[in-house]
């Protein structure tokens, strides 16, 4: 079965700090990894996905995440929080086979604030 | 840039009412996908299809139905809504073939309150 964890509800950082938002996955098969943000009152919006490759996939708003197979990771990442970043994100899983190929596992989700 | 368009914001009906969501597509998606999301719950599948006239159940399906009769429209249906149905529902499409990883793309959602 598929699943994501994202184990923080909610994460608070300063601006122009560094910022993290974790997710673990259990895929069968290998993973196909997305994040999406959401702002109040909007669906969600794409900010990067991981297919194959490097471990470390750069995505828009200057976001990036790294893939860590070992310990089934996925950790959104940017160098440099901005209070315009405080959003929803959620992660989530695609398998590579089986029947449910196109439907997509989404993690709770974890409220970012960034405080000025 | 791709779009999809749900047929309302926002949505108040009472219980017992029958109920239509619409969303609609311009990039010849194959699959489209309708969600609610409750917080707390995060996004919870409630039907897929990958083609026309085709539908398979998500995760929670009871007491929703869907249509889909053409490529670019996936409508959700409420047959008897109910108060622990409001929420708000999030519809997505994406494409397929050789893409299987494509991103899916996610319309502005409709909050729906049964009152």
């Known amino acids: 079965a598929q699943s994501v964890a994202q184990p923080e509800d909610q994460v608070n950082v300063a601006e122009g700090n560094p910022l993290t938002v974790k997710c673990t996955y259990s895929?069968?098969?290998?993973?196909?990894l997305f994040w999406y943000v959401q702002y109040p009152n909007r669906g969600l919006q794409f900010l990067l996905k991981y297919i194959t490759g490097d471990n470390l996939v750069k995505g828009s708003y200057g976001f990036e995440a790294e893939f860590n197979k070992s310990q089934t990771s996925f950790h959104l990442k940017k160098p440099s929080a901005l209070v315009s970043d405080s959003a929803l994100y959620f992660c989530a899983v695609r398998a590579d086979r089986g029947s449910t190929l196109g439907r997509l596992y989404f993690g709770r989700g974890t409220q970012l604030t960034v405080w000025p | 840039d791709v779009k999809v368009t749900q047929s309302s914001r926002y949505l108040v009906k009472r219980t017992g009412e029958k109920v239509f969501l619409e969303c609609v597509q311009d990039?010849?998606?194959?699959?489209m996908f309708w969600y609610r999301q409750d917080p707390g719950l995060g996004l919870r599948l409630i039907y897929f299809?990958?083609?026309?006239?085709?539908?398979e159940k998500g995760d929670i399906p009871e007491g929703y139905s869907v249509s889909r009769e053409k490529k670019e429209r996936f409508s959700l249906i409420l047959e008897s809504a109910s108060t622990n149905q409001t929420s708000m529902y999030l519809c997505?499409?994406?494409?397929?073939?050789?893409?299987?990883?494509?991103?899916?793309?996610f319309g502005p959602g409709t909050r729906l309150t049964v009152l």
């Open positions: 990039m010849d998606h194959e699959n």
């Open positions: 895929v069968s098969g290998n993973p196909y």
């Open positions: 997505a499409s994406s494409g397929a073939g050789t893409g299987a990883y494509n991103e899916q793309f």
């Open positions: 299809s990958y083609d026309v006239k085709m539908k």
